[in-house]
Protein backbone atom coordinates (compact mmCIF):
# COMPACT_ATOMS: atom_id res chain seq x y z
CA UNK A 1 0.00 0.00 0.00
CA UNK A 2 1.52 3.40 -0.98
CA UNK A 3 -0.68 5.32 0.71
CA UNK A 4 -1.40 5.34 4.13
CA UNK A 5 -3.50 7.75 6.79
CA UNK A 6 -3.55 7.07 10.40
CA UNK A 7 -4.81 9.49 13.44
CA UNK A 8 -4.86 8.81 17.31
CA UNK A 9 -6.53 10.38 19.86
CA UNK A 10 -5.69 10.39 23.20
CA UNK A 11 -6.79 11.15 26.72
CA UNK A 12 -5.29 11.47 29.59
CA UNK A 13 -6.75 12.61 33.37
CA UNK A 14 -4.16 12.90 35.81
CA UNK A 15 -3.80 14.32 39.09
CA UNK A 16 -0.80 15.49 41.67
CA UNK A 17 -1.77 15.65 45.45
CA UNK A 18 0.85 17.40 47.27
CA UNK A 19 2.66 19.87 44.53
CA UNK A 20 6.08 21.09 45.64
CA UNK A 21 6.00 18.47 48.37
CA UNK A 22 3.34 20.65 50.31
CA UNK A 23 0.06 19.74 51.98
CA UNK A 24 -3.39 20.23 50.29
CA UNK A 25 -1.59 21.80 47.26
CA UNK A 26 -3.47 19.55 45.00
CA UNK A 27 -4.32 19.92 41.10
CA UNK A 28 -6.61 17.44 38.78
CA UNK A 29 -6.21 18.12 34.97
CA UNK A 30 -7.28 16.48 31.53
CA UNK A 31 -4.61 16.24 28.63
CA UNK A 32 -5.94 15.60 25.06
CA UNK A 33 -3.86 14.93 22.03
CA UNK A 34 -4.57 14.51 18.70
CA UNK A 35 -2.44 13.28 16.01
CA UNK A 36 -3.18 12.82 12.49
CA UNK A 37 -0.34 11.17 9.74
CA UNK A 38 -0.25 10.71 5.87
CA UNK A 39 2.35 8.55 5.17
CA UNK A 40 3.09 8.41 1.12
CA UNK A 41 5.43 5.57 -0.40
CA UNK A 42 5.52 5.90 -4.46
CA UNK A 43 8.28 3.61 -4.50
CA UNK A 44 10.78 1.36 -2.20
CA UNK A 45 13.36 3.72 -2.04
CA UNK A 46 11.17 6.89 -1.71
CA UNK A 47 8.84 7.62 0.95
CA UNK A 48 7.24 11.17 2.47
CA UNK A 49 5.17 11.80 5.16
CA UNK A 50 3.58 14.07 7.43
CA UNK A 51 1.87 14.57 10.80
CA UNK A 52 -0.13 17.29 12.21
CA UNK A 53 -0.61 17.45 16.24
CA UNK A 54 -2.80 19.23 18.48
CA UNK A 55 -2.45 19.41 22.06
CA UNK A 56 -4.88 20.56 24.73
CA UNK A 57 -4.62 20.59 28.75
CA UNK A 58 -7.66 21.43 30.66
CA UNK A 59 -8.35 22.83 34.41
CA UNK A 60 -4.55 22.71 35.14
CA UNK A 61 -3.74 25.47 37.93
CA UNK A 62 -0.45 24.48 39.48
CA UNK A 63 2.86 24.07 37.49
CA UNK A 64 3.42 24.98 33.33
CA UNK A 65 1.54 24.25 30.66
CA UNK A 66 4.05 25.00 28.23
CA UNK A 67 5.98 23.60 26.77
CA UNK A 68 4.71 20.18 28.41
CA UNK A 69 1.15 20.32 27.47
CA UNK A 70 -0.45 22.53 25.19
CA UNK A 71 0.67 23.18 21.23
CA UNK A 72 -2.47 24.22 19.16
CA UNK A 73 -2.44 22.56 15.54
CA UNK A 74 0.77 22.63 14.11
CA UNK A 75 2.99 20.25 12.01
CA UNK A 76 4.81 17.64 14.09
CA UNK A 77 6.61 15.96 11.46
CA UNK A 78 7.29 16.29 8.17
CA UNK A 79 9.93 14.31 6.50
CA UNK A 80 11.41 12.72 3.37
CA UNK A 81 12.82 9.02 3.42
CA UNK A 82 15.81 7.85 0.46
CA UNK A 83 16.22 4.95 0.55
CA UNK A 84 14.77 1.62 1.73
CA UNK A 85 14.38 0.27 5.10
CA UNK A 86 17.03 -2.62 3.97
CA UNK A 87 19.21 -0.27 1.37
CA UNK A 88 22.96 0.22 2.37
CA UNK A 89 22.30 4.26 2.78
CA UNK A 90 19.47 5.88 3.70
CA UNK A 91 18.54 9.19 4.78
CA UNK A 92 15.44 11.40 6.26
CA UNK A 93 15.60 14.80 5.98
CA UNK A 94 13.05 17.55 7.79
CA UNK A 95 10.92 17.08 10.93
CA UNK A 96 11.30 13.98 12.72
CA UNK A 97 11.73 12.16 15.66
CA UNK A 98 15.20 11.04 17.04
CA UNK A 99 15.02 7.81 19.23
CA UNK A 100 18.08 5.62 20.75
CA UNK A 101 18.13 2.70 22.83
CA UNK A 102 16.34 2.86 25.72
CA UNK A 103 16.08 6.72 25.17
CA UNK A 104 17.72 7.72 28.46
CA UNK A 105 19.37 10.30 26.11
CA UNK A 106 17.98 10.94 23.35
CA UNK A 107 13.67 10.16 23.25
CA UNK A 108 10.42 11.40 21.70
CA UNK A 109 9.01 11.82 24.87
CA UNK A 110 5.41 10.30 23.85
CA UNK A 111 3.94 10.49 27.43
CA UNK A 112 4.44 14.41 27.19
CA UNK A 113 1.28 15.76 25.72
CA UNK A 114 3.39 17.58 23.45
CA UNK A 115 6.16 15.11 22.42
CA UNK A 116 9.47 16.34 20.83
CA UNK A 117 10.86 16.25 17.26
CA UNK A 118 13.53 17.79 15.87
CA UNK A 119 14.21 19.31 12.66
CA UNK A 120 17.14 17.88 10.87
CA UNK A 121 18.80 15.20 8.52
CA UNK A 122 19.70 11.30 9.15
CA UNK A 123 21.64 9.19 7.08
CA UNK A 124 21.43 5.33 8.20
CA UNK A 125 25.25 3.33 7.21
CA UNK A 126 24.13 -0.87 6.79
CA UNK A 127 25.93 -3.23 6.52
CA UNK A 128 25.87 -6.96 7.90
CA UNK A 129 27.92 -6.59 10.96
CA UNK A 130 26.86 -3.11 12.09
CA UNK A 131 24.62 0.01 11.42
CA UNK A 132 25.19 3.27 12.38
CA UNK A 133 23.27 6.60 12.25
CA UNK A 134 24.58 9.86 11.47
CA UNK A 135 22.44 12.83 12.10
CA UNK A 136 22.47 16.69 12.78
CA UNK A 137 19.57 18.17 13.97
CA UNK A 138 18.01 21.24 15.89
CA UNK A 139 15.28 20.91 18.46
CA UNK A 140 11.92 22.38 18.09
CA UNK A 141 10.45 24.71 20.20
CA UNK A 142 6.54 24.37 20.61
CA UNK A 143 5.22 27.99 20.44
CA UNK A 144 1.55 28.46 21.41
CA UNK A 145 0.80 32.08 18.97
CA UNK A 146 2.93 30.77 16.16
CA UNK A 147 4.23 28.45 14.08
CA UNK A 148 6.71 25.61 16.23
CA UNK A 149 10.48 25.98 14.74
CA UNK A 150 13.74 24.99 15.61
CA UNK A 151 16.99 27.14 15.96
CA UNK A 152 17.19 29.52 19.10
CA UNK A 153 20.89 28.79 18.88
CA UNK A 154 20.77 24.60 19.94
CA UNK A 155 22.32 22.03 17.41
CA UNK A 156 22.64 18.60 18.02
CA UNK A 157 25.50 16.11 16.32
CA UNK A 158 26.33 12.94 16.95
CA UNK A 159 26.33 9.28 15.30
CA UNK A 160 24.72 5.68 16.98
CA UNK A 161 25.67 2.53 16.00
CA UNK A 162 24.80 -1.15 16.45
CA UNK A 163 26.77 -4.07 16.45
CA UNK A 164 25.08 -7.27 17.11
CA UNK A 165 27.63 -9.71 16.74
CA UNK A 166 30.33 -8.50 18.97
CA UNK A 167 29.31 -10.02 22.21
CA UNK A 168 27.27 -13.33 22.33
CA UNK A 169 23.10 -12.84 23.01
CA UNK A 170 23.62 -9.14 22.87
CA UNK A 171 23.55 -5.66 21.13
CA UNK A 172 26.66 -3.40 21.56
CA UNK A 173 24.98 0.21 21.10
CA UNK A 174 28.40 3.04 21.08
CA UNK A 175 27.81 6.62 20.27
CA UNK A 176 28.82 10.06 20.73
CA UNK A 177 27.05 13.05 21.34
CA UNK A 178 27.73 16.52 20.93
CA UNK A 179 25.62 19.27 21.84
CA UNK A 180 26.05 23.28 21.18
CA UNK A 181 23.97 25.67 22.78
CA UNK A 182 23.56 29.50 23.84
CA UNK A 183 23.15 32.25 26.84
CA UNK A 184 23.53 29.51 29.42
CA UNK A 185 24.89 30.97 33.39
CA UNK A 186 28.46 29.65 33.90
CA UNK A 187 29.95 28.96 37.47
CA UNK A 188 32.75 31.67 37.41
CA UNK A 189 29.96 34.29 36.15
CA UNK A 190 29.66 35.08 32.36
CA UNK A 191 27.03 33.69 30.11
CA UNK A 192 28.29 31.62 27.47
CA UNK A 193 27.63 28.80 24.83
CA UNK A 194 27.52 25.20 25.52
CA UNK A 195 29.94 22.82 23.59
CA UNK A 196 29.71 19.27 25.06
CA UNK A 197 30.64 16.00 24.12
CA UNK A 198 28.73 12.57 25.58
CA UNK A 199 30.94 9.87 25.12
CA UNK A 200 28.95 6.43 25.87
CA UNK A 201 28.06 2.58 24.97
CA UNK A 202 24.83 0.51 25.94
CA UNK A 203 25.24 -3.05 25.97
CA UNK A 204 21.78 -5.05 26.28
CA UNK A 205 21.76 -9.12 26.34
CA UNK A 206 20.18 -12.66 27.77
CA UNK A 207 22.13 -14.46 29.89
CA UNK A 208 21.76 -18.13 31.01
CA UNK A 209 18.82 -19.29 33.61
CA UNK A 210 16.01 -16.46 31.77
CA UNK A 211 17.75 -13.83 32.90
CA UNK A 212 18.55 -10.77 30.79
CA UNK A 213 20.38 -7.70 31.45
CA UNK A 214 20.89 -3.89 30.65
CA UNK A 215 23.86 -1.56 30.77
CA UNK A 216 24.44 2.25 29.79
CA UNK A 217 27.39 4.06 30.58
CA UNK A 218 27.94 7.59 29.47
CA UNK A 219 31.33 10.22 30.00
CA UNK A 220 30.74 14.31 29.36
CA UNK A 221 33.48 16.28 28.82
CA UNK A 222 33.21 19.82 27.33
CA UNK A 223 32.68 23.57 28.22
CA UNK A 224 30.21 25.97 28.85
CA UNK A 225 31.75 29.74 28.85
CA UNK A 226 34.48 30.03 31.10
CA UNK A 227 33.55 26.66 32.94
CA UNK A 228 34.98 22.83 32.26
CA UNK A 229 32.09 19.74 32.16
CA UNK A 230 33.42 16.62 33.43
CA UNK A 231 30.26 14.07 34.50
CA UNK A 232 29.42 10.82 34.07
CA UNK A 233 26.67 8.33 34.54
CA UNK A 234 25.42 4.72 34.53
CA UNK A 235 22.87 2.42 34.37
CA UNK A 236 22.66 -1.45 35.54
CA UNK A 237 19.42 -3.45 35.33
CA UNK A 238 19.16 -7.56 35.79
CA UNK A 239 15.56 -9.14 34.99
CA UNK A 240 14.51 -12.50 35.80
CA UNK A 241 11.80 -14.54 33.38
CA UNK A 242 10.24 -17.12 36.23
CA UNK A 243 8.53 -20.13 34.81
CA UNK A 244 4.95 -20.57 34.98
CA UNK A 245 1.99 -18.70 34.27
CA UNK A 246 1.62 -15.06 34.81
CA UNK A 247 4.39 -14.11 32.80
CA UNK A 248 6.43 -13.21 35.91
CA UNK A 249 9.25 -10.92 35.68
CA UNK A 250 11.97 -9.93 38.54
CA UNK A 251 13.38 -6.69 37.97
CA UNK A 252 16.81 -5.25 39.97
CA UNK A 253 18.16 -2.12 38.75
CA UNK A 254 20.30 0.71 39.75
CA UNK A 255 20.48 4.26 38.36
CA UNK A 256 23.88 7.00 39.17
CA UNK A 257 24.43 10.40 37.60
CA UNK A 258 27.47 12.34 38.94
CA UNK A 259 26.29 15.92 40.72
CA UNK A 260 28.37 19.17 40.94
CA UNK A 261 30.36 19.02 44.25
CA UNK A 262 30.80 23.01 44.46
CA UNK A 263 29.27 25.60 42.41
CA UNK A 264 32.14 28.48 42.49
CA UNK A 265 35.04 25.92 41.49
CA UNK A 266 34.73 26.63 37.33
CA UNK A 267 34.06 22.39 37.08
CA UNK A 268 30.45 21.49 36.13
CA UNK A 269 30.13 17.83 37.37
CA UNK A 270 26.42 17.66 36.80
CA UNK A 271 25.81 14.52 34.75
CA UNK A 272 23.61 16.45 31.28
CA UNK A 273 20.44 13.75 30.67
CA UNK A 274 20.33 15.43 26.88
CA UNK A 275 16.93 15.10 25.59
CA UNK A 276 15.32 11.76 27.13
CA UNK A 277 12.26 10.37 27.32
CA UNK A 278 12.43 10.62 31.21
CA UNK A 279 9.26 9.23 32.06
CA UNK A 280 9.21 6.69 34.42
CA UNK A 281 12.57 5.79 34.19
CA UNK A 282 13.44 6.79 37.94
CA UNK A 283 10.26 6.29 39.30
CA UNK A 284 6.18 6.63 38.01
CA UNK A 285 6.04 10.61 39.38
CA UNK A 286 9.00 11.94 37.63
CA UNK A 287 10.59 13.99 40.35
CA UNK A 288 13.32 12.68 40.05
CA UNK A 289 15.86 12.79 36.77
CA UNK A 290 19.07 11.23 35.59
CA UNK A 291 21.11 13.60 36.93
CA UNK A 292 22.86 13.95 40.64
CA UNK A 293 21.30 10.53 41.85
CA UNK A 294 21.67 7.35 43.25
CA UNK A 295 18.75 5.43 42.34
CA UNK A 296 17.96 1.78 43.25
CA UNK A 297 15.08 -0.03 42.27
CA UNK A 298 12.98 -3.56 42.37
CA UNK A 299 10.43 -4.00 40.67
CA UNK A 300 8.00 -6.98 39.29
CA UNK A 301 6.03 -7.32 36.10
CA UNK A 302 2.89 -9.98 35.60
CA UNK A 303 -0.15 -10.52 33.41
CA UNK A 304 -2.97 -12.74 35.75
CA UNK A 305 -5.03 -11.87 32.72
CA UNK A 306 -3.63 -12.12 29.26
CA UNK A 307 -2.83 -9.15 27.23
CA UNK A 308 -2.56 -6.94 31.00
CA UNK A 309 0.85 -6.37 31.89
CA UNK A 310 1.07 -4.88 35.54
CA UNK A 311 4.27 -3.71 36.85
CA UNK A 312 5.27 -2.71 40.47
CA UNK A 313 8.10 -1.31 41.85
CA UNK A 314 9.46 0.50 45.14
CA UNK A 315 12.38 2.90 44.09
CA UNK A 316 14.56 4.88 46.50
CA UNK A 317 17.02 7.51 45.97
CA UNK A 318 19.92 9.83 47.19
CA UNK A 319 21.64 12.78 45.97
CA UNK A 320 24.82 12.07 44.75
CA UNK A 321 26.42 15.55 45.91
CA UNK A 322 24.83 17.27 48.77
CA UNK A 323 26.32 20.60 47.34
CA UNK A 324 23.62 19.90 44.09
CA UNK A 325 20.14 19.56 44.09
CA UNK A 326 17.66 17.27 42.93
CA UNK A 327 16.17 17.01 39.57
CA UNK A 328 13.03 15.93 37.91
CA UNK A 329 12.69 14.03 34.77
CA UNK A 330 12.43 16.52 32.45
CA UNK A 331 15.77 18.19 34.09
CA UNK A 332 14.54 20.77 35.77
CA UNK A 333 16.21 21.36 39.16
CA UNK A 334 13.22 21.20 41.72
CA UNK A 335 15.09 21.15 45.02
CA UNK A 336 18.18 22.26 46.55
CA UNK A 337 19.49 23.08 50.07
CA UNK A 338 22.25 26.35 50.01
CA UNK A 339 25.40 25.21 51.73
CA UNK A 340 24.60 21.62 51.31
CA UNK A 341 22.25 19.26 52.64
CA UNK A 342 22.71 17.61 55.77
CA UNK A 343 21.42 14.13 54.32
CA UNK A 344 21.47 13.23 51.10
CA UNK A 345 18.25 10.77 51.09
CA UNK A 346 16.05 12.16 48.65
CA UNK A 347 13.03 9.59 49.77
CA UNK A 348 11.06 6.17 48.56
CA UNK A 349 8.38 5.81 46.09
CA UNK A 350 5.90 3.03 45.08
CA UNK A 351 4.17 2.81 42.04
CA UNK A 352 1.68 0.48 40.11
CA UNK A 353 0.66 0.38 36.50
CA UNK A 354 -1.70 -1.52 34.67
CA UNK A 355 -2.49 -1.48 30.88
CA UNK A 356 -5.18 -3.50 28.56
CA UNK A 357 -5.59 -3.20 24.70
CA UNK A 358 -9.55 -3.74 24.96
CA UNK A 359 -9.17 -3.82 20.72
CA UNK A 360 -7.02 -3.25 18.11
CA UNK A 361 -7.81 0.34 17.77
CA UNK A 362 -8.52 1.26 22.36
CA UNK A 363 -6.04 0.90 24.94
CA UNK A 364 -6.52 1.56 28.37
CA UNK A 365 -4.06 2.49 30.88
CA UNK A 366 -3.83 3.41 34.55
CA UNK A 367 -1.64 4.31 37.40
CA UNK A 368 -0.05 5.46 40.80
CA UNK A 369 2.70 6.82 42.61
CA UNK A 370 3.22 7.59 46.10
CA UNK A 371 6.42 9.20 47.21
CA UNK A 372 7.44 9.85 50.47
CA UNK A 373 9.85 12.55 51.45
CA UNK A 374 13.50 11.50 52.95
CA UNK A 375 15.60 13.97 54.86
CA UNK A 376 16.47 15.77 51.81
CA UNK A 377 13.56 16.52 50.80
CA UNK A 378 12.37 17.48 54.33
CA UNK A 379 14.87 19.97 54.83
CA UNK A 380 14.77 21.56 50.94
CA UNK A 381 10.93 21.57 50.89
CA UNK A 382 7.72 21.43 53.03
CA UNK A 383 8.52 17.90 52.88
CA UNK A 384 5.27 16.56 52.50
CA UNK A 385 4.22 13.03 50.72
CA UNK A 386 3.03 13.23 46.94
CA UNK A 387 1.25 11.29 45.13
CA UNK A 388 0.39 10.86 41.00
CA UNK A 389 -2.44 9.04 39.51
CA UNK A 390 -3.19 8.49 36.14
CA UNK A 391 -6.01 6.74 34.18
CA UNK A 392 -5.63 6.95 30.12
CA UNK A 393 -7.37 5.64 26.79
CA UNK A 394 -5.60 5.49 23.50
CA UNK A 395 -7.70 5.11 20.11
CA UNK A 396 -5.83 4.38 16.84
CA UNK A 397 -8.07 5.24 13.76
CA UNK A 398 -7.17 2.95 10.82
CA UNK A 399 -4.63 0.90 13.08
CA UNK A 400 -3.38 -1.86 11.70
CA UNK A 401 -4.34 -5.15 12.90
Same mark, same amino acid.
Given at each position: ???????? +??????????????????????????????????????????? @????????? *? @???????? $?????????????????????????? =?????? *???????? #?????????????????????????? #???????????????????????????????????????????? =??????????????????????????????????????? @? =??????????????? $??????? &?????? !???????????????????????????????????? &??????????? $???????????????????? $??????????????????????????????????????? !????????????????? &????? +??? =??????? @?? !??????????????
Amino acid at each position: MWLRVRAE +FRERVEGTNGFGFTDSRDDTYALTRIRFNVAATPKPSLGFQLG @LHDARVGDK *E @LGPVTPCC $HAPLDIRVGFADLGGAKAPIAARVGR =QELAYG *EQRLLGHL #AWVNTGRVWDGARVSLRSKPAQVDVF #AASLVRFLPDTWDRSGFGNRLYGAYGTVPALVPKASVEPYVIYR =QDENFASELGPRGSLQQTTTGVRIAGKLPAALDYGVEMA @L =QRGSLAQDSISAWAG $HWQLRES &LPGKGA !VKIISEYNHASGDANATDGTRGTFDQLYPTGHDKLG &LSDQVGWKNVH $HLREGVEFSPLKATPITMSY $HTWWLDSRTDGLYAANGVQIARVAGGAASTHVGQEVDVQ !VARALTPYLGLAAGYAY &LIPGA +FLK =QATPGAS @LS !VPYVMATYTFLAEK
